[in-house]
């Protein structure tokens, strides 16, 4: 896998290294562009239109979305659009107070609404009103209709072709980058996972499931944003070829994702049996091998080099396989020893499979067009299509429109209060009010609480610096190094990056002789800004999550449901990665990720809205634990030929899918409690009688002591899909028990 610099082929390594770190990639791109501002504003010797031309690319900056060469190119022209719109609004509505009212509470709320189309109009939408707020500052001292929106266009745009330039150079660099962050994750969750193979007398995994739940998010969440990046260069779907090395990664890293995923068996059960044994201490040093394995390719994609293999995880597999044989000759008697060394076999098929996938990447063949190739893309095409989604939206159980709603009012109360109390420099209160008013009040706590610390240690600091560089040039320098940093800080540390947007913004009033002016008012604007943004988040049609709780596990198990399906199918058709089937694959992680982030925001929420902790978090640990299941079916789906055998899976299925169909009921809509658990209490009665009959472990009762342990296991795929669908049946009683408390809390909170 060669992802190579060819305008840099002698360049040392280190520097390759830090020139591939993305936040410093970013960093000099904002660099350049503030220099470039501050050079021209030097040699045409205008200090006046420094400020606007800085905040214009620090709009800009923050506008910009990844896509290929023209797919930016529109972007940005679709940035400028809507920035001439935002900045003449202003200067033509700003005189008016009840026009400009009205123009701010519906230009913020259809805004945010746009994002209803996709993540890059909500990009843009954020920016352009950052840019309306940033042209108030203009009005304030008192510059012509023209001259301030034309600077901040002019600003917008010298960032807009620096960055169409930086895309042309290295066209590469944002997959590459996301791809790494891919690898980067997975390599944190497979640490995670190697714990529970730690055999501690005792083991209670709900802990490490919940840690790894968490970790789990994270690369989900990476690989949600590796694929946009990937599509955002395809067309209609599908990459070009010069892209295919690229795209076969990420099949690569999404295979390796649905591996370590799973799990063969409870993990407390391998911990009993095995503690006086070395053999789950070798699969922890194996997994914590791989995920070094996986930081090297992350390092590789980064740098664009290739990528060298070591040859550590083939001894660790090696030695774990001499490990199984001496355990399976030294114990042929113990018959439930025996099943659980051919699960730990398929745990080591599946794990030397991620070995070979690893080292696949040292030398990936080009895309003959025989693989799977598309991707689903989720945008929207067509106009028609994008009033549909916005429309969608239009209803109160839409968090965007409920956002939309908060936010708007947020910014006309704000609003209300410069005028009320003639605030000077009350635009910092709507500046405020947009950063700090998120989606849920667990961002909301943590953008207030980053805010305010970062807003005063820039005011305690901006005091020596105003007294350190008392002149104009020194302070154009400080504002392009502040700008760079705070650019550098904004997705890692808020705070230091409200404290360097803060520095820049007293440098910016210093130009036009204000700088210890606005000390006070920047502080006490933050504060009532923060206070509304709060206000709102709480009593503006509130997002509590523990009401949105049972919403989310209900698509968690249909997800799970769903792609349970696709794997069941093809164990008769035989393994294909088709584009239905990582699309199921990928919504049970996504919505395993979404009930995870529901449930730590809840925890941060108001006392009084966070209800049934306890529960609602052993239904995440049954619920990733049961996907881990299905992703290790999943793993290991291949044709059965046998039909009866296939007709025993099919019907345990069947009956497993009927199970969690009557959990979502009684999750989604308001049941009596007796009928759905006399439902599910016969259907798992069924369930058992099956497995029972079947037996899935009877395969190995009757093997030889001296018989190839690996060609054993080949000869009994059934017994592997009936274990693992024994494991996720045995979660129906316990998830009917939970379903059944949520359902009487939600009936009792109803009534009350």
Same mark, same amino acid.
Request: with cysteine; proline share 4%.
């Given at each position: 896998?060669?992802?190579?610099?060819?305008?840099?082929?002698?360049?040392?390594?280190?520097?390759?290294?830090?020139?591939?770190?993305?936040?410093?990639?970013?960093?000099?791109?904002?660099?350049?562009?503030?220099?470039?501002?501050?050079?021209?504003?030097?040699?045409a010797?205008r #200090?006046d239109?420094v400020?606007?031309? &800085?905040?214009?690319?620090? +709009?800009?900056a923050?506008?910009?979305?990844?896509?290929?060469?023209?797919?930016?190119?529109?972007?940005?022209?679709?940035?400028?659009v809507?920035?001439?719109?935002a900045?003449f609004?202003?200067?033509?509505?700003?005189?008016?107070?009840?026009? !400009?009212?009205?123009?701010? #509470?519906?230009?913020? !709320?259809?805004?945010?609404?746009?994002?209803a189309?996709?993540?890059?109009y909500g990009?843009?939408?954020?920016?352009?009103?950052?840019?309306a707020?940033?042209?108030?500052?203009?009005?304030?001292?008192?510059?012509?209709?023209?001259?301030?929106?034309?600077? =901040?266009?002019?600003g917008a745009?010298?960032?807009?072709?620096?960055?169409?330039?930086?895309?042309?150079?290295?066209?590469?660099?944002? &997959?590459q980058?996301?791809?790494a962050?891919v690898?980067?994750?997975?390599?944190t969750?497979?640490?995670?996972?190697?714990?529970? !193979?730690?055999?501690?007398?005792?083991?209670?995994?709900?802990?490490?499931r919940?840690?790894?739940?968490?970790?789990?998010?994270?690369?989900v969440?990476?690989?949600?944003?590796?694929?946009?990046?990937?599509?955002?260069?395809?067309?209609?779907?599908?990459?070009?070829?010069?892209?295919?090395?690229?795209?076969?990664?990420?099949?690569?890293?999404?295979d390796?994702?649905?591996?370590?995923?799973?799990?063969?068996y409870?993990?407390?059960?391998?911990?009993?049996?095995?503690?006086h044994?070395?053999?789950?201490?070798r699969?922890?040093?194996l997994? *914590?091998?791989?995920?070094?394995?996986?930081?090297?390719?992350?390092?590789?994609?980064?740098?664009?080099?290739?990528?060298?293999?070591?040859?550590?995880?083939?001894?660790?597999?090696?030695?774990?396989?001499?490990?199984m044989?001496?355990?399976?000759?030294?114990?042929?008697?113990?018959?439930?020893?025996?099943?659980?060394?051919?699960?730990?076999?398929?745990?080591?098929?599946? =794990?030397?499979?991620?070995?070979?996938?690893?080292a696949s990447?040292?030398?990936?063949?080009?895309n003959?067009?025989?693989?799977?190739?598309?991707?689903?893309?989720?945008?929207a095409?067509?106009?028609?299509?994008?009033?549909?989604?916005?429309?969608?939206?239009?209803? =109160?159980?839409?968090?965007?429109?409920?956002?939309?709603?908060?936010?708007?009012l947020?910014?006309?109360?704000?609003?209300?209060?410069?005028?009320?109390l003639?605030?000077?420099?009350?635009?910092?209160?709507?500046?405020?009010?947009?950063?700090?008013?998120?989606? *849920?009040?667990?961002?909301?706590?943590?953008?207030?609480?980053?805010?305010?610390?970062?807003?005063?240690?820039?005011?305690? =600091?901006? &005091?020596p610096?105003?007294?350190?560089?008392?002149?104009?040039?020194?302070?154009?320098?400080?504002?392009?190094?502040t700008? &760079?940093?705070?650019?550098?800080?904004? #997705?890692?540390?808020?705070?230091?990056?409200?404290?360097?947007? #803060?520095?820049l913004?007293?440098?910016?009033f210093?130009? !036009?002789?204000?700088?210890?002016a606005?000390?006070?008012?920047?502080?006490?604007?933050?504060?009532?800004?923060?206070?509304?943004?709060?206000v709102?988040?709480?009593?503006?049609l509130?997002?509590?999550?523990?009401?949105?709780?049972?919403?989310?596990?209900?698509?968690?198990?249909q +997800?799970?449901?769903?792609?349970?399906?696709?794997v069941?199918?093809?164990?008769?058709?035989?393994?294909?990665?088709?584009?239905?089937?990582?699309? +199921?694959r990928?919504?049970?992680?996504?919505?395993?990720?979404e009930?995870?982030?529901?449930?730590?925001?809840?925890?941060?929420?108001?006392?009084?809205?966070?209800?049934?902790?306890?529960?609602?978090?052993?239904f995440?640990?049954?619920?990733?634990?049961?996907?881990?299941?299905?992703?290790?079916?999943?793993?290991?789906?291949?044709?059965?030929?046998?039909e009866?055998?296939?007709?025993?899976?099919?019907?345990?299925?069947r009956?497993?899918?009927?199970?969690?169909?009557?959990?979502?009921?009684?999750?989604?809509?308001?049941?009596?409690?007796?009928?759905?658990?006399?439902?599910?209490?016969?259907?798992?009665?069924?369930?058992?009688g099956?497995?029972?009959?079947?037996?899935?472990?009877?395969?190995?009762?009757?093997?030889?002591?001296d018989?190839?342990?690996?060609?054993?296991a080949d000869?009994?795929?059934?017994?592997?899909?009936?274990?693992?669908?024994?494991?996720?049946?045995?979660?129906?009683?316990?998830?009917n028990?939970? @379903? @059944?408390?949520?359902?009487?809390?939600?009936?009792?909170q109803?009534?009350?």
């Amino acid at each position: 896998m060669s992802f190579s610099l060819p305008r840099f082929p002698t360049v040392p390594l280190t520097l390759r290294e830090y020139w591939a770190n993305h936040r410093i990639n970013d960093s000099i791109r904002v660099l350049i562009a503030l220099m470039g501002v501050a050079l021209y504003a030097s040699y045409a010797g205008r #200090t006046d239109i420094v400020t606007p031309l &800085v905040l214009g690319v620090i +709009a800009s900056a923050l506008a910009e979305v990844d896509d290929h060469f023209w797919g930016r190119v529109r972007a940005l022209g679709v940035t400028l659009v809507c920035f001439t719109v935002a900045a003449f609004s202003v200067e033509l509505l700003y005189d008016t107070p009840w026009l !400009f009212a009205i123009g701010l #509470t519906v230009s913020s !709320f259809g805004f945010i609404m746009l994002g209803a189309i996709g993540e890059r109009y909500g990009t843009i939408a954020f920016a352009s009103l950052l840019l309306a707020v940033y042209t108030m500052l203009g009005m304030e001292q008192g510059s012509d209709m023209w001259m301030q929106p034309m600077m =901040l266009l002019s600003g917008a745009a010298w960032y807009g072709i620096l960055s169409l330039i930086w895309i042309l150079i290295w066209p590469h660099r944002p &997959v590459q980058h996301r791809l790494a962050t891919v690898f980067r994750q997975t390599a944190t969750y497979m640490e995670t996972k190697s714990s529970l !193979f730690h055999p501690v007398a005792e083991l209670t995994p709900q802990p490490t499931r919940i840690a790894a739940a968490n970790r789990n998010a994270q690369v989900v969440a990476a690989l949600n944003q590796a694929k946009a990046s990937l599509l955002a260069r395809a067309r209609r779907g599908r990459l070009t070829q010069r892209h295919q090395a690229l795209l076969q990664t990420y099949f690569i890293a999404q295979d390796i994702h649905e591996r370590v995923s799973s799990s063969h068996y409870r993990y407390q059960d391998l911990a009993a049996q095995f503690f006086h044994s070395d053999i789950l201490f070798r699969f922890e040093a194996l997994l *914590n091998t791989q995920a070094n394995a996986c930081r090297d390719v992350a390092q590789a994609l980064s740098i664009g080099a290739r990528y060298q293999h070591p040859k550590t995880g083939q001894q660790a597999l090696v030695a774990i396989q001499q490990s199984m044989q001496y355990l399976l000759s030294a114990q042929p008697q113990d018959p439930s020893r025996t099943a659980l060394l051919h699960q730990l076999d398929f745990l080591y098929k599946n =794990l030397e499979t991620v070995e070979q996938q690893l080292a696949s990447l040292s030398d990936l063949a080009a895309n003959d067009g025989t693989q799977e190739s598309e991707l689903a893309d989720p945008d929207a095409r067509s106009l028609g299509e994008m009033v549909y989604r916005i429309r969608r939206q239009m209803t =109160l159980k839409s968090l965007r429109f409920r956002h939309a709603v908060r936010l708007s009012l947020s910014l006309l109360t704000g609003y209300g209060v410069i005028q009320g109390l003639s605030l000077e420099h009350g635009f910092w209160i709507l500046m405020t009010i947009q950063f700090v008013c998120q989606t *849920n009040y667990s961002a909301t706590r943590n953008k207030l609480k980053e805010r305010i610390l970062g807003t005063v240690g820039g005011l305690l =600091l901006g &005091v020596p610096a105003l007294y350190l560089f008392p002149d104009p040039s020194s302070q154009l320098a400080l504002m392009v190094i502040t700008g &760079v940093l705070f650019f550098a800080f904004r #997705t890692v540390q808020y705070t230091l990056a409200t404290l360097f947007i #803060t520095l820049l913004v007293l440098m910016c009033f210093s130009q !036009f002789g204000q700088g210890f002016a606005v000390i006070l008012p920047r502080l006490g604007d933050t504060v009532i800004g923060c206070l509304i943004a709060v206000v709102a988040v709480r009593y503006v049609l509130p997002d509590w999550q523990a009401h949105r709780l049972r919403g989310i596990m209900t698509e968690a198990l249909q +997800a799970n449901r769903d792609y349970l399906a696709h794997v069941i199918a093809q164990y008769r058709v035989g393994k294909r990665d088709n584009l239905a089937y990582r699309i +199921a694959r990928r919504h049970a992680h996504n919505t395993d990720a979404e009930l995870t982030t529901a449930i730590s925001n809840m925890l941060v929420e108001p006392g009084r809205y966070r209800t049934n902790i306890e529960e609602t978090f052993r239904f995440l640990c049954l619920n990733n634990a049961m996907l881990s299941y299905i992703s290790a079916l999943g793993a290991h789906r291949r044709r059965m030929d046998d039909e009866v055998n296939h007709q025993k899976m099919a019907q345990l299925h069947r009956d497993i899918h009927q199970s969690l169909n009557a959990l979502t009921e009684r999750l989604r809509r308001e049941l009596p409690t007796e009928q759905p658990d006399q439902v599910a209490s016969t259907g798992d009665k069924t369930l058992s009688g099956q497995l029972a009959e079947l037996d899935p472990d009877a395969a190995y009762h009757d093997t030889e002591p001296d018989a190839d342990f690996h060609e054993m296991a080949d000869n009994t795929p059934l017994s592997m899909v009936l274990q693992q669908l024994t494991l996720i049946q045995r979660m129906i009683p316990e998830l009917n028990l939970l @379903t @059944t408390t949520l359902h009487q809390q939600a009936l009792k909170q109803s009534r009350t």
